[in-house]
């Protein structure tokens, strides 16, 4: 341990603690403030925040499709519950949706939302309950024909109750799944967001019914106590 001739101890001058530290506020619960100091001091929230992105959402897209390349030149992608719109963006360039990259098909995004989005250039956004009875024939319209990949990154609204919310989520991903069934084209790619809990095992039963590969997949990005996971389905037999 450093000490200065006077014998006084220096340890730690010079140094500094860099985790951000957030007071709670009057008026604010305990587990809000949590929340702020995690995203504070989450490097992916930096990271994104640096490149530009909507959110740290968007290296999980980046990653699951660095793993599974469903994201190809010429792709029509639709996302479901797409803001705030981090993965349209990491989405957009990767299927050439502003034609940037020349001899190279040219793709096209359509997402859509409960809420209004801002604007994204290379994307068609639409405000819309993709739950509604005609949803999937608006879609198609949309985008003039079927679609090459449907990914969805929602979750619904926690409950504080861990099995409630398991049970939710699951039941979000299989309507996302039966809209998937009709807008996909065949040899399509199916993308969502589950929580680990035991309940998803129906959901992977109906998907291998209908793609020839199902596989189950946590991005590094995917915070570590977090029981999210992403199911990827390819192959649609439609």
Sequence with gaps: MAKTPSGKNTSGRGRRDLTVKVKTA????????????????????????????????AFKIME?????RFLVPGARVVDLGCAPGGWMQVAVPRVNALSEKPGKAVGRILGVDLQEVEPLAGCEIHQL????????????????????????????????HKQTDHLRIIA????????????????????????????????????????????????????????EKFVIATGYRG
């Design 26 to 57: 009057r008026g604010r619960k305990l587990s809000s403030t949590r929340w702020l100091q995690r995203q504070l001091n989450d490097p992916y929230v930096q990271r994104a925040q640096k490149e530009g992105y909507r959110g740290r959402a």
């Design 64 to 68: 699951i499709d660095d793993k599974y």
């Design 172 to 227: 979000l991903c299989e309507a996302a799944a039966y809209f998937a069934f009709d807008v996909l084209a065949p040899g399509g790619t199916f993308v969502a967001k589950v929580l680990a809990g035991g309940a998803e095992g129906e959901l992977q039963k109906l998907l291998k019914q209908k793609f020839t590969k199902v596989a189950n997949f946590k991005p590094p990005s995917s915070r570590s106590d977090s029981s």
């Design 129 to 160: 309950d993709f739950m509604e009875d005609d949803a999937d024939l608006k879609v198609k319209d949309w985008l003039g024909g079927q679609a090459d990949v449907v990914m969805s990154d929602m979750a619904a609204a926690s409950s504080g």
